[in-house]
């Protein structure tokens, strides 16, 4: 399930509008809302082009993060002062 929030962050870090967008992916305005708001979500073609109009991966766009990055956190976390290992 796409993160809608991450697809909307992405955008507007690109200063983009979704009549933008929608225009790059040959759809209408409300369709790429549509993708925004959770109401639908696109295609595997779509996410590749979405990809790369926004300059980020598949994994940005769900909001995964891998595996490095959860234990290093944690690892982070453990390392504070007063945290019993």
């Known amino acids: 399930?796409?993160?809608v929030l991450r697809l909307k962050e992405y955008r507007e870090k690109k200063q983009l509008s979704q009549r933008d967008i929608a225009k790059m992916l040959d759809m209408t305005q409300?369709?790429?809302?549509?993708?925004e708001s959770g109401a639908s979500f696109p295609n595997a073609?779509?996410?590749?082009?979405?990809?790369n109009i926004l300059d980020c991966t598949p994994n940005?766009?769900?909001g995964f993060r891998g595996v490095h990055e959860v234990i290093g956190e944690e690892?982070?976390?453990?390392?504070?002062?007063?945290?019993k290992i």
């Open 1 to 3: 399930m796409m993160n």
């Open 30 to 35: 409300q369709g790429y809302h549509k993708w």
């Open 45 to 51: 073609k779509q996410i590749v082009k979405l990809c």
């Open 60 to 62: 940005d766009l769900f």
């Open 75 to 83: 690892l982070k976390q453990s390392l504070k002062p007063g945290n």
